[in-house]
Nanobody, 122 residues
């Protein structure tokens, strides 16, 4: 069972990146999947979450209207499209999956990817 996060990089403010979370060893579509981020000196926070089967999505206020989470079940992947990036979006981004009925906190998640660094320059 493995999650592989990718797609991070260095981008200027106002630019875009697309993060990908690919699962192996299990069907990601059956699990709520979240993107979390952690900046230096700060706690890990939930950025965006999609329920199993994609019926519900959640975004923290600071990314609403800029980020979009979606499933690509054919590729067993969850994507996070990030537009209009800001320097405050700079962090290591992690994807995680859980089959818990409660899935808004990092502690609710069982499977974690390794993280991908997003750096937004001003």
């Amino acid at each position: 069972v493995q999650l592989q996060a990718s797609g991070g990089g260095l981008v200027q403010a106002g630019g875009s990146l697309r993060l990908s979370c690919a699962a192996s060893g299990f069907t990601l579509g059956y699990y709520a999947t979240g993107w979390f981020r952690q900046a230096p000196g700060r706690e890990r926070e939930g950025v965006s979450i999609i329920s199993s089967r994609g019926g519900s999505t959640y975004y923290i206020d600071s990314v609403k209207g800029r980020f979009t989470i979606a499933r690509d079940n054919a590729k067993n992947t969850v994507l996070l499209q990030m537009n209009s990036l800001k320097p405050e979006d700079t962090a290591v981004y992690y994807c995680a999956a859980t089959n818990s009925v409660v899935y808004y906190r990092p502690s609710d998640y069982v499977y974690w990817g390794q993280g991908t660094l997003v750096t937004v320059s001003s």
